[in-house]
C-alpha cells in the first residue's frame, strides 16, 4: 500500500518564477492538506481540499493556490516566489475527518 | 486561536533511559491530538492518535497521554535506543476546524550511545 506520495522531491527556483508541487494520498484517503515547515519550525497549514473543494486555509496569501482533483490528487501552486517561500512543503492526507493524518516526504523548494 | 508549544526544544539522554516529551495547547476544545516523528530532512511519521475522548495510547514502547483540562499532552518513551533520535512533533486538531493541525515546534531528541 503506497502511502502519500510528494512530487518533486527537490526543485530550485528564481524570484517571482511560479512553481507546481504534486500530491498523490495514500489509498483510500479523501481529504489532502498542504503545510509549509520552514527550517526548525512546526508546520504551518496551508490550505484543505475536500471533495475537489478548498474547505479550510490558513494564514497563506493568494499566491498560494490549490486544486484536487476527481481522483483525490492534489496540486499546490505558488504564484510570484519570494525568497521567503523557501521550504519543505508537505502534503498530508486522512479520511474525512477526525481518523490519523499520514504526511509524504515533502518536497523541498529553494527560491533564490 | 490554537496555540501548541513543546518543551523542551531540545533534549539529550543515555541509551536505555526512560523519558517524557511534554506538548501543551492553550484551547482545551481539541478534536484530537497526534504525535509525529521527523527525521532529518525527511516527512512526517504518525506515531499515536489520542482522540478527545480518549485518556492515553500505547504503542510498543510509546505512551502518548492528553488531560485536556490542563491542556497537556505527554509522550513516554521507555527504553529509548539511538534510533529514537529525532524531531517529535505534536500537533492538534480543533473542533469545528476540520483536519487541519496546529502543530508545536517540535523537540529535538538525542539519544547517546
Known amino acids: 500500500d503506497a502511502g502519500v506520495t510528494q512530487s518533486p522531491t527537490h526543485l530550485i527556483k528564481t524570484r517571482g518564477q511560479q512553481v507546481t508541487l504534486r500530491c498523490s494520498p495514500k489509498s483510500g484517503h479523501d481529504t489532502v492538506s498542504w503545510y509549509q515547515q520552514a527550517l526548525g519550525q512546526g508546520p504551518q497549514f496551508i490550505f484543505q481540499y475536500y471533495e475537489e473543494e478548498e474547505r479550510q486555509r490558513g494564514n497563506f496569501p493568494d499566491r498560494f493556490s490549490g486544486h484536487q482533483f476527481p481522483n483525490y490528487s492534489s496540486e499546490l501552486n505558488v504564484n510570484a516566489l519570494l525568497l521567503g517561500d523557501s521550504a519543505l512543503y508537505l502534503c498530508?492526507?486522512?479520511?474525512?475527518?477526525?481518523?490519523?493524518?499520514?504526511f509524504g516526504e515533502g518536497s523541498w523548494l529553494t527560491v533564490v | 486561536k490554537q496555540e501548541v508549544t513543546q518543551i523542551p526544544a531540545a533534549l539529550s539522554v543515555p541509551e536505555g533511559e526512560n523519558l517524557v516529551l511534554n506538548c501543551s495547547f492553550t484551547d482545551s476544545a481539541i478534536y484530537n491530538l497526534q504525535w509525529f516523528r521527523q527525521d532529518p530532512g525527511k516527512g512526517l511519521t504518525s506515531l499515536l492518535l489520542?482522540?478527545?475522548?480518549?485518556r492515553e495510547q500505547t504503542s510498543g514502547r510509546l505512551n502518548a497521554s492528553l488531560d485536556k483540562s490542563s491542556g497537556r499532552s505527554t509522550l513516554y518513551i521507555a527504553a529509548s535506543q539511538p534510533g529514537d533520535s529525532a524531531t517529535y512533533l505534536c500537533?492538534?486538531?480543533?473542533?469545528?476546524?476540520?483536519?487541519?493541525?496546529?502543530f508545536g515546534g517540535g523537540t529535538r531528541l538525542m539519544v547517546k550511545p
Open positions: 500537533a492538534a486538531t480543533h473542533n469545528n476546524a476540520g483536519n487541519m493541525l496546529t
Open positions: 489520542i482522540q478527545s475522548s480518549q
Open positions: 498530508a492526507s486522512s479520511f474525512r475527518e477526525g481518523n490519523t493524518i499520514y
